[in-house]
Every structure is written in C-alpha cells, then in structure tokens.
C-alpha cells in the first residue's frame, strides 16, 4: 500500500530543492532510491488529488492503483525542465503502451481520473475521499489467494521483459508455475473438490498465510 502519492510536484519549495540538485551534479550516483525499486509483494497506490511528477513515478512504482474521481496525473515536471529519473520513463510505456505515454511524457497535460482509467493508468475509480480505504479493501481481497501462486504469476508478468526472447519468458513462467504447483495447487485442488470457491465465489477463499 503505498498512499500520498499525491502530491503536486514540483512546487516552489521543491524546485528550490531541485535547483541544489542540480548544482550538486558532479557529486550525483545512481542508487535505489524509493522509486527504482522492484518489490516482491504487490503494492496498491491510492491517490488523492494529484500524482504528478515524481507523485507519477511512485504510483508507477505499484501494481494497481486506485485513484479518487478529482484525481489529477500527469508528467507536469515538463514545464520546468525537470526530467522522469525514477522509472517515469520505463513504467509508463510498459504500462499503457508507448503511444500514450508518449503523449503523456511529451505535453506534460493533465490526465483526469476517468481518462486515467480508460487508458489503464488506473485500475479503480472511486469516489472523493475513499482511495485509501478501497485500497486497503483490494489488498485484503488479494491476501486472501495462496501467496505463492500470487507471486510467483506477478513475478512472471513482470519478468518477461527482462527476458532475452518469448521462449525464455515461457520458461520463466513454466519454472515459476511448477514451484506454485508444488506448494499450493495440491491443497486448492482438494479445497475446490470440497466445495471452496464453485461458481466462481471468492467469498469463501482464505489463504494460510
């Protein structure tokens, strides 16, 4: 869960910041800041107001955002010559396809939350003031699935373009999937052969975590 990713960036205090940045260049290194990291369990940004800038890049950073109708996003750093340097410019193509990033990364214009979800760069709208608590209540739907599966299949969506070709992604998922299969399948077989889950119900779905 990953909240106040929200913030209009850059206003003047942080362009202050920036402009020491900026000066401080030379002495400038490459680290894992929040951002550029790649997280093994799923996060969900809940977004109120605005995500811009450096806000974008954070809620790029999670799997699933939910974002509350009045939401504002976009790459406003655009205006002051302030660049995406924290996964702005790999997410975003990655999530949404290159064209439309591209017109998002290009203008640098506003994009308002039913847009945002059109376009996929949000996966819920809610509404004014309920982002986190929707958030929270998709993270307790997914802590209910067997956590290996879960995160073994997102690791796979994840690791195909790293891969070296589509074959190689297919082993990394059939690699991935036989580890699932050997921890977890076997108990959710004989689960769904006892009556757990027919119908499509998830209601009835709890994962020993």
């Excluded at 800038?53 to 504002?72: I, P, W």
């Amino acid at each position: 869960e990953v909240t106040k990713a929200c913030q209009a960036y850059p206003n003047s205090s942080e362009l202050s910041t920036v402009l020491q940045v900026i000066s401080n260049l030379p002495d400038m290194t490459w680290n894992y800041s929040q951002p550029r990291m790649t997280l093994t369990k799923p996060s969900i940004a809940a977004i109120s107001g605005y995500a811009v800038a450096g806000g974008l890049e954070l809620a790029l950073m999670c799997d699933l955002r939910v974002v509350e109708e009045d939401s504002v996003m976009g790459v406003f750093c655009r205006r002051w010559g302030v660049p995406l340097i924290d996964g702005g410019t790999i997410r975003l193509p990655r999530l949404i396809g290159l064209s439309r990033a591209l017109d998002l990364i290009l203008t640098g214009r506003a994009v308002h939350a039913d847009e945002a979800l059109s376009m996929g760069l949000a996966n819920r709208v809610v509404s004014k003031g309920n982002a986190l608590l929707e958030a929270k209540k998709l993270g307790q739907e997914l802590c209910k699935f067997p956590q290996v599966c879960l995160r073994n299949d997102r690791m796979s969506a994840y690791g195909q373009f790293d891969a070296e070709n589509f074959d190689a992604a297919l082993k990394l998922e059939f690699q991935l999937g036989m580890e699932s299969l050997e921890k977890e399948s076997r108990d959710g077989a004989k689960n769904f052969k006892s009556g757990q889950g027919r119908h499509g119900k998830f209601d009835d779905i709890r994962s020993k975590l």
